[in-house]
């Protein structure tokens, strides 16, 4: 863990976590399932065939978009972001299911999230037409200092309100978006192509995309490990414009 302590109060990371734990998860479901639309009861002698000879039959399917094969699987995931990471993630409604810390039940670790120096701080342009750009060494200063002395401030209320014997549910109101949480993602490889499709950027997108660099950080990660599941499926999935079936 990237953790370096900034006061009595308080530890600030600049990375995520996005840990693979569970799956159910390889190309030759995606056949299989496929498969049984043409072949009945016979696409059982399917179920642990060789997926190397489906790679036609993948591209198929998601060049024309036959989504359904891509649904049986599973994928689960240990997410551990900032909270406003998990406000955007969260709208990934179909295909994703969470369980994230509750701050009802379990008192909330001062862990925060800072940007680090390779994190391009100002926003140029228009809504749909902008980019970032690194922005100056007082605005990273600026930066820093401002989320530090809110983190602290916040922190303190928080442990102020729970040592006064206020639940946890009220105390938490406290707390920035910027607090670590942690949840556990699970989902199937076809609402995760559209999760990247959406959260990430990729020189074969032919959708423009304009994710957050937070969320695409855990994009980036859980893509690289869904790759190495269904590398056919992957393949395909950039071959076609990384556009969800």
């Known amino acids: 863990m990237n953790t370096s302590e900034k006061s009595a109060s308080i530890s600030v990371r600049s990375d995520i976590t996005a840990q693979l734990v569970r799956h159910s998860a390889q190309d030759s479901d995606v056949a299989f399932a496929a498969r049984v639309s043409t072949l009945g009861d016979r696409s059982l002698d399917d179920v642990n065939s060789d997926a190397e000879r489906s790679k036609g039959l993948i591209n198929f399917l998601m060049r024309d978009r036959h989504g ?14 900032p909270i406003f990471v998990f406000r955007e993630f969260h709208r990934h409604r179909v295909g ?19 940007p680090n120096e390779e ?27 401002a989320l530090e002395r809110s983190y602290v401030t916040a922190y303190e209320a928080y442990r102020e309100m729970l ?10 109101s406290a707390l920035p978006v910027g607090l670590y949480s942690s949840m556990y993602a699970t989902c199937n490889a076809r609402a995760l192509m559209h999760f990247l499709s959406l959260r990430t950027t ?9 994710p957050q660099r937070e969320i695409e950080m855990v994009a ?26």
């Open 96 to 114: 994703f299911s969470y369980n994230e810390e509750s701050g009802r039940y379990r008192e909330l670790e001062p862990v925060f999230y800072m």
């Open 220 to 245: 980036e990660a859980m893509e690289a490990q869904w790759a190495e599941l269904m590398p056919l499926t992957h393949a395909a999935f950039n071959s076609n414009g990384r556009v969800a079936p």
């Open 202 to 210: 990729h020189a074969e997108s032919t959708v423009p995309t304009f």
């Open 119 to 145: 994190r391009n701080l100002v926003q140029e342009g228009r809504p749909g037409r902008y980019h970032f750009s690194p922005g100056t060494d007082d605005q990273h200063t600026v930066t820093r200092t």
């Open 68 to 81: 359904t094969p891509f649904e049986h699987n599973s994928m689960t995931f240990f997410i551990s972001a």
């Open 163 to 172: 040592d006064a014997g206020v639940a946890r549910e009220v105390a938490r």
